[in-house]
């Protein structure tokens, strides 16, 4: 897997346990295709299959920088304001704002196949398992994870190589290609990006249909309504459907807790947190090494984490209130000796200890989706709602925000903020809340606001660049160049400017 696996080629799903062969489970040599008649007699191997790809978020795939989603993670949170590093580094380029729009990075290749090998491992699964034996609650929920999947994936893909969703447009700019089929006869075309997003929410949709009376889900390493509900709300956000959004987050909260106090500040590695609500579980026996997530973010002794401490962007930090729970993820001094570093470790201001291992190898469970997003989602959609005429939607907001911050912070009072006003202060929780999360990059494309890390302890040396404009040919990700050379459908005029 250590050459770009053009979108085109057929993707394998290789029947393995959870236990078996680890980096190498997924095969994309079109010439080692297994019997999919085989993979798919029952929805016993059909469930080792999507097995396969719920294992596929966290495995390394070629260069250190390929951990899954993890590493996705990082490289969306590193192009935002808030992730600031404590030296300079090459690793995660993207900080700087340059790689992304070399088409020959392999950072874009990572990121490019790494979506699209989920997708094609989903269309198999979503062909096939429909003539499977076994439970049809169990069918409803593979195929209702497969869907969920290909519609998470595409999501994702159209975010970082294509253009932003413009609400009221038509949105005619190239998105990404849509695969929606296991059996490929060539490469295909960029679709706009209003396709895309109508491909997008008519497999969610699907998704929710055949997860609503599926089987129990095995783990939360697995995809259920709730989780299909959250992926449609961060779509409708992304679109600006605002009472969509609102809607589905609420739903996809229902019968869930927010954490405790004491939860928030136990290191981030724990998929049985009350409050995930899915995550990637990982074992001793899976050590992730160099690559994972937490090699990076957490506490082990990688030289990414001993020589450079991941720190909060000060000008934010300064904004979580004194009695709030978040405002002790982040050392203000550097002196904090309850801040655990490695052996051997720096310290910095503004050092993270949001993020720590959960054993003594680089492993911890990755979270991908938490009931604090949805109340997030449900308060901003509702604000946005009260900014573009419904005023009565200024209490919802409010009262969906308050039950968050109350929880983080004891002192909270429900907010007397109305329009803009609200909307910012709802903006500025979502950045405490879920920063190392993911979502940095995308939140900015998605509202349109410019990159602006002034005033606060990024600089040049470290950052590369204080502020992007909003809107510009840079937020999109170049296309690799090896899927342009070898997919007529897109050709060299189907590259972003």
Known sequence: MKNLHKIYLPLVVLVLSMSACKKEYLNTDPTSLIDNGAVFTTTINAMTALNGMHRSLYIQYSRQEEGGQGSVNLNIDYMGNDLINTVSTTTFGVHKWITHRSANTLNNEFIYTFYYRIIQNANMIIDNIDGATGPDADKKLIKGEALAYRAWAHFALVQVFGKRYDKGASNTQAGVPVMINSVLDGGKPRASVEEVYAQINKDIDAAIVELNGASVRPTKSHLNLNVAKGIKARVALAQGLWAVAAQNAAEARTGLNLMSNADYRAGFNNIENTEWMWGSKQVEDQTTYFFSFFSYMGTYGSSANRTNPKRINSVLYNKIAATDVRRGLWDPTGANKDFPVPTGGVRSTFMQRKFTNAGTTSIGDVVNMRVAEMYLIEAEAKAHLAVEGNAAENINAQNALFTLAKNRNPNYVLSTNVGAALLEEIL??????????????????????????????????????????????????????????ANPAIGPGGQNP
Request: glycine share 14%; proline share 7%.
């Open 428 to 485: 500025i929780q979502r950045r405490a809340e879920l920063w190392g999360e993911g979502f940095g990059f995308f939140d900015l494309k998605r509202l349109n606001l410019p990159v602006d890390r002034t005033g606060g302890n990024a600089t040049l040396a470290l950052s590369g660049v204080l502020s992007v404009p909003a809107g510009g040919p840079e937020w999109q990700w170049s296309i690799p160049q090896a899927e342009i050379d």
